[in-house]
């Protein structure tokens, strides 16, 4: 199961820094469109919103995913005890993006980060003596 999360991921990273035919594949209004349905059960919604929900926790992974393997030092401490899950972090995303209107003109994966480094900021280390 985590294979299948890390090629979704790989590949919604893959044709979002790609822009296939420069087109933008996701705006913040969308993903905030999608994340607010994240978290609803199944039986309450469409079809058509289940696969809008699984496009945020699918790039929520996504840039997750990329940016913990291309930062070098992250500013984003997620709990090492593997705690925190997709939707979680999908619905913090969702509380931030509705929270903040007026950023919605930002890009998507840098509201992501920005409201996951918010959520889990990593601790200030002492100055060196």
């Known amino acids: 199961?985590?294979?299948?999360?890390?090629?979704?991921?790989?590949?919604?990273?893959?044709?979002?820094?790609?822009?296939?035919?420069?087109?933008?594949i996701m705006t913040s209004v969308k993903?905030?469109?999608?994340?607010?349905l994240v978290g609803i059960p199944d039986s309450q919604i469409t079809s058509s919103q289940i696969d809008d929900a699984e496009k945020c926790l699918f790039y929520v992974a996504g840039v997750v995913d990329g940016y913990s393997v291309a930062s070098g030092t992250s500013r984003i401490c997620l709990p090492k005890d593997g705690s925190v899950t997709y939707t979680q972090m999908a619905l913090i995303v969702s509380k931030y993006l509705n929270d903040h209107p007026e950023i919605l003109n930002n890009d998507p994966e840098y509201l992501i980060l920005d409201a996951l480094y918010k959520a889990f900021p990593c601790p200030l280390k002492p100055p060196p003596k």
């Open 1 to 24: 199961m985590r294979h299948r999360w890390l090629i979704l991921s790989g590949v919604f990273c893959l044709l979002q820094f790609c822009g296939i035919a420069s087109a933008k």
């Open 31 to 36: 993903l905030r469109e999608y994340c607010q």
